[in-house]
């Protein structure tokens, strides 16, 4: 040994290491990149919770048996989708600001817009076929 110590012979680190020239010690981040990632994650979950509650309005329609809950399932659908819609244009008109590519929000566009005309056509049937046939 020649009597002096290095780096690794002492046990303890230093409690305050240096910190790199370019630090500063508070956080920041973006908010727009934020919220779109929150818009995009509220649609993509509304769109899955509808084809879920369509899947189970389906399942329940071929059921022998009536349930009295299902006349709900439609209604939470149409709302899940109409959320859904809302999300992925917000979504979409922050992506177009921002000039990046846009395609996944406009899928979820027309994935919302068309289940929700089909649930809307699908809970409004029995009505309009009813007044279908009391015009004639």
Not at 74 to 92: H, K, Y
Request: with cysteine.
């Amino acid at each position: 040994m020649t009597g002096h110590m290095t780096e690794f012979d002492n046990p303890t680190p230093p409690l305050n290491p240096p910190a790199p020239p370019d630090f500063h010690p508070i956080a920041t981040f973006d908010p727009v990149p934020a919220l779109d990632n929150i818009f995009r994650q509220t649609a993509h979950r509304a769109i899955s919770i509808a084809i879920w509650v369509i899947t189970a309005r389906i399942v329940f329609a071929l059921w022998p048996r009536n349930f009295p809950f299902t006349i709900y399932l439609l209604p939470v659908a149409f709302a899940c989708l109409c959320l859904a819609f809302a999300a992925a244009f917000i979504s979409l008109t922050v992506a177009r600001h921002r000039q990046e590519p846009d395609r996944e929000q406009k899928s979820m566009i027309w994935a919302s817009l068309v289940l929700g005309v089909a649930s809307a056509i699908w809970m409004f049937l029995p009505n309009l076929t009813t007044l279908f046939w009391r015009i004639f």
